[in-house]
């Protein structure tokens, strides 16, 4: 059985976890400036929880599709004091800081983060493998090419699934070479990939369990949904409720979604069916 261990206590995947979003960001693609005051952070961190949430991803830096570029000391401030916050209100939380830099995720782990959450798979900060190593945290590596401003033009593959794929044994490998013991794979829906991308890695998500570690998807509210179905991101929870499905269907470990509700519904109802 595949499982982390987090602030000391291990959490295992037997039952599919859900991860709850908290993007303190202006510009996040469909929650942006929702949670800016610390009033609205914890009353949302709180819902999450008890709606049934595991973990809860804290983000100060957007990673849509051209995002602008966020000093460092701003991202520090976004996220640190959030972190700090929320472990004095829910000690009980497992706290994700979702980052590429090593110094965010240094920080934010000595405020209370449990596990870092990193989009670039330590490929945008050399020292985020050797810092992860240090901190002894799980982490949790995505594959994109590029950067957030330029990954949209960098998706050319001749077989997704496998190049997806070929990326992870090798940044896996560089992280256990570094030190790193809890890993888990992001397939990156939507970063550096097409809708057709997007949805061959879904068809094929089973075959990440050749891996061996847990493995975070990531579909809430994407463009591969609303632009689908011809609808708003606001009109877009049906649709990720449905991939969702079919995602736990092929073997996915946590479900990271801006609703969590609506998606521990889902794991439970596959779980009924005793099919993970």
């Given at each position: 059985?595949?499982?982390?261990?987090?602030?000391?206590?291990?959490t295992?995947?037997?039952?599919?976890?859900?991860?709850?979003?908290?993007?303190?960001?202006?510009?996040?693609?469909?929650?942006?400036?929702?949670?800016?005051?610390?009033?609205?952070?914890?009353?949302?961190?709180?819902?999450?929880?008890?709606?049934?949430?595991?973990?809860?991803?804290?983000?100060?830096?957007?990673?849509?599709?051209?995002?602008?570029?966020?000093?460092?000391?701003?991202?520090?401030l976004r996220?640190?004091?959030?972190?700090?916050?929320?472990?004095?209100?829910?000690?009980?939380?497992?706290?994700?800081?979702?980052?590429?830099?090593?110094?965010?995720?240094?920080?934010?782990?000595?405020?209370?983060?449990?596990?870092?959450?990193?989009?670039?798979?330590?490929?945008?900060?050399?020292?985020?493998?050797?810092?992860?190593?240090?901190?002894?945290?799980?982490?949790?590596?995505?594959?994109?090419?590029?950067?957030?401003?330029?990954?949209?033009?960098?998706?050319?593959?001749?077989?997704?699934?496998?190049?997806?794929?070929?990326?992870?044994s090798?940044?896996?490998?560089?992280?256990?070479?570094?030190?790193?013991?809890?890993?888990?794979?992001?397939?990156?829906?939507?970063?550096?990939?097409?809708i057709?991308?997007?949805?061959?890695?879904?068809?094929?998500?089973?075959?990440?369990?050749?891996?061996?570690?847990?493995?975070?998807?990531?579909?809430?509210?994407?463009?591969?949904?609303?632009k689908?179905?011809?609808?708003?991101?606001?009109?877009?929870?049906?649709?990720?409720?449905?991939?969702?499905?079919?995602?736990?269907?092929?073997?996915?470990?946590?479900?990271?979604?801006?609703?969590?509700?609506?998606?521990?519904?889902?794991?439970?109802?596959?779980?009924?069916?005793?099919?993970?």
């Open positions: 059985m595949q499982s982390i261990s987090c602030k000391g206590l291990l295992d995947f037997s039952t599919p976890r859900v991860m709850g979003i908290l993007n303190i960001t202006p510009d996040s693609f469909y929650d942006g400036s929702k949670f800016l005051s610390e009033t609205a952070i914890l009353r949302h961190a709180e819902k999450m929880l008890n709606d049934g949430a595991t973990f809860i991803d804290v983000g100060g830096y957007s990673s849509r599709p051209d995002a602008k570029e966020v000093p460092l000391a701003d991202e520090l996220v640190v004091p959030v972190i700090e916050t929320l472990t004095k209100q829910f000690p009980e939380a497992v706290l994700s800081i979702d980052t590429f830099r090593s110094e965010v995720a240094k920080q934010s782990v000595e405020a209370g983060a449990a596990l870092v959450n990193d989009i670039s798979a330590g490929m945008l900060d050399k020292n985020m493998l050797t810092s992860v190593a240090t901190l002894q945290v799980p982490y949790c590596m995505m594959h994109m090419r590029g950067t957030p401003q330029t990954m949209q033009t960098l998706a050319t593959y001749n077989n997704v699934t496998q190049e997806v794929l070929y990326y992870f090798g940044r896996i490998a560089a992280a256990r070479k570094a030190g790193i013991n809890d890993i888990l794979a992001d397939p990156g829906f939507g970063f550096a990939k097409t057709d991308q997007n949805f061959e890695l879904l068809r094929t998500l089973d075959l990440f369990k050749s891996l061996d570690i847990p493995i975070l998807v990531g579909l809430s509210r994407k463009s591969m949904i609303y689908t179905l011809g609808v708003t991101q606001q009109e877009a929870l049906n649709g990720t409720t449905a991939l969702h499905s079919i995602a736990l269907l092929k073997g996915a470990s946590i479900l990271r979604v801006h609703d969590v509700k609506e998606a521990v519904e889902v794991v439970q109802l596959m779980q009924s069916m005793d099919v993970h």
